[in-house]
């Protein structure tokens, strides 16, 4: 089990830490190309102005340590005047007019560094994270099939087979609680509970911690985690309650167990990761802004969520990811799903991830593969801004790695067992093997 303590003080405020991430200027001076390449292949809607901060960056840093310089010897000589006139009270009238342009210029001085400090700290939260040498520019690569297609004997859609058989209510959902929004009922509420039993037994069987997080966090954990209010096309992400708004709903447990190590040094198992697995409630605002997403269960503003989550040493970050894929591919390959693993491209990355895969499986009713899991390496870009570290084996304190994976994202399981394991002629679902235990043994709903 993970050991932790605090190490700042509790009288800090909580919201003005989340403001001031441990920035690394230096390194991304030395990694300046790179940076820029990364906000290119992104194809981030504030590129060019982003590039431009990023290129002033050098100038605004070679000015800090000469402004500090300036600063500490207006103040020695503010020091040295104000001891003279201890000493010696008839040289006031000619000391204190010094004394205070002294002051007027700390004054500018100290300012100028403020607003150089902010710009630095400004430029450095709004950069996205480096690219891995392997992620593609703009396609995703397919790097893996699992399972072979599925023989289909129907022409229906999720929607249809679910309301037809009474699992599914969509209309006095949209009245409860407007668009985007469903009932699951009967056995189809049972195969969500199945789904999130079943993933959450094997997580804990690849010994991730099982974890109960909080669906509403503070904002500033929400934009530490790389969640924004708004997306790139300008859509609500986030729901925001609380007096002032400053509280928000988590689009994923993602967010409160990567807030579980903030503000904390951690001392990792002996293999150098330590792993959790989180159910929450998800809640996206733009749920019901796609098309025919809206649909159905495929895009919806209120899912339950099975996330599983990494801290580790940096030199075991590519392992873990890995390692996160391989669990995910062994999910939907024991559902019998036939499916595809991508290496997504730079324009499809959020600015943590470093690298991300993604898993798509076929869905009939789309006539197209869904989304149905992703995997990211977010290096050190979350741990910077909660402030998550541990110490290596010189006992320096590092800021660790974070990754995050989706164990199982629920509707859209549900979405493709229904439309592919459905039976025209006796109307009935059958039920992948691994689920028939957590479904009381029932074969087929």
């Given at each position: ?8 003080s509790d009288t800090h405020s909580l919201r003005n830490l989340l403001r001031k991430p441990a920035t690394d200027i230096k390194f991304v001076l030395k990694n300046h190309e790179l940076y820029k390449e990364s906000i290119w292949k992104r194809k981030l809607i504030n590129t060019d102005s982003l590039v431009k901060e990023l290129d002033e960056l050098p100038q605004i840093y070679g000015r800090l340590s000469p402004l500090e310089h300036d600063i500490n010897q207006i103040q020695r000589n503010r020091n040295q005047l104000e001891s003279q006139i201890k000493t010696s009270k008839n040289q006031l009238p000619v000391l204190l007019p010094q004394i205070q342009e002294l002051k007027s210029k700390f004054k500018i001085l100290q300012k100028e560094k403020s607003d150089l400090s902010s710009r630095l700290e400004s430029t ?322």
């Amino acid at each position: 089990m993970i050991t932790i303590r605090r190490h700042l003080s509790d009288t800090h405020s909580l919201r003005n830490l989340l403001r001031k991430p441990a920035t690394d200027i230096k390194f991304v001076l030395k990694n300046h190309e790179l940076y820029k390449e990364s906000i290119w292949k992104r194809k981030l809607i504030n590129t060019d102005s982003l590039v431009k901060e990023l290129d002033e960056l050098p100038q605004i840093y070679g000015r800090l340590s000469p402004l500090e310089h300036d600063i500490n010897q207006i103040q020695r000589n503010r020091n040295q005047l104000e001891s003279q006139i201890k000493t010696s009270k008839n040289q006031l009238p000619v000391l204190l007019p010094q004394i205070q342009e002294l002051k007027s210029k700390f004054k500018i001085l100290q300012k100028e560094k403020s607003d150089l400090s902010s710009r630095l700290e400004s430029t450095y939260t709004s950069l996205p994270n480096l690219l891995h040498p392997s992620v593609p520019e703009t396609e995703p690569e397919i790097v893996k099939w699992i399972n072979k297609p599925i023989k289909i004997n129907h022409n229906s859609n999720h929607v249809d087979i679910m309301v037809k058989k009474g699992f599914l209510d969509l209309e006095q959902a949209s009245i409860t609680s407007g668009t985007s929004s469903y009932y699951l009922i009967g056995e189809a509420a049972m195969l969500e509970r199945a789904l999130i039993n079943y993933s959450i037994d094997m997580a804990q069987k690849h010994n991730f911690t099982f974890v109960l997080p909080p669906s509403l966090t503070r904002l500033g954990m929400i934009e530490a985690c790389g969640f924004t209010p708004r997306d790139m096309n300008g859509e609500e992400q986030i729901y925001k309650t609380g007096k002032e708004n400053d509280m928000g709903l988590v689009a994923t447990a993602e967010i409160t167990l990567a807030a579980m190590g903030y503000n904390k040094i951690m001392n990792l198992p002996k293999n150098n990761i330590q792993k959790y697995v989180g159910l929450s409630r998800s809640y996206r605002a733009e749920a019901g802004a796609r098309g025919k997403d809206t649909k159905g269960l495929y895009r919806v503003h209120e899912f339950s969520k099975v996330e599983l989550f990494c801290w580790c040493e940096p030199q075991v970050g590519d392992e873990v990811l890995e390692s996160l894929k391989q669990f995910q591919i062994d999910i939907i390959q024991s559902l019998g799903l036939y499916g595809k693993v991508l290496n997504m491209p730079a324009n499809d990355l959020g600015n943590p991830a470093y690298k991300k895969y993604d898993i798509e499986v076929w869905m009939p009713g789309r006539e197209s593969f869904g989304e149905v899991s992703s995997a990211s390496n977010c290096r050190d870009f979350q741990s910077r801004r909660l402030n998550s570290r541990f110490r290596d084996g010189d006992d320096k304190l590092k800021y660790l790695y974070t990754l995050n994976g989706t164990a199982m994202a629920v509707p859209r399981v549900v979405v493709a067992i229904v439309e592919n394991f459905y039976d025209e002629a006796t109307n009935m679902i059958k039920i992948p093997k691994p689920l028939i235990p957590y479904m009381q043994q029932k074969e087929y709903i």
